[in-house]
Structure formats: structure tokens, C-alpha cells
């Protein structure tokens, strides 16, 4: 959904004020947010936790 939106990661990191590599770390899936992480992520991107979900499932 980041480059959907042409986002870098450190540009979407900003948003989400965390740091990049964090950002990193989900999409390569070497970590796993929180429920409160996925929630700020959500918002970041405007959209709801459950689709943010539902499009990660997708990947």
C-alpha cells in the first residue's frame, strides 16, 4: 500500500513516526507489529486495520 501511494520508506516512516528500518523490517517480514503499530500504520495510510490486514494477506 506505501508504493500504491508513492511513499518511500522514509517518507511513510515520517508519517508513521517510526523509524525506516522498522518500516523495513515489516515488509520483509522480519517483524511483526503490534496491534497498536498496525493501527498507526492504518491511519497513516487512511485506510482501516482490517484492510491493511486484508491487503498484507494479498502479498
Do not use: C, W
Not at 511483526?32 to 502479498?59: C, G, H, Y
Request: aromatic residues 4%; hydrophobic residues 40%.
Amino acid at each position: 500500500m506505501r508504493t500504491r501511494l508513492d511513499l518511500s520508506q522514509e517518507e511513510f516512516a515520517d508519517r508513521v513516526k517510526i523509524h525506516r528500518t522498522y518500516i523495513g523490517g515489516i515488509e520483509r517480514g522480519e517483524r511483526n507489529p503490534t496491534l497498536t503499530m498496525v493501527a498507526r500504520i492504518a491511519a497513516a495510510l487512511n485506510v482501516s486495520a482490517a484492510q491493511l490486514l486484508r491487503e498484507s494477506e494479498k502479498d
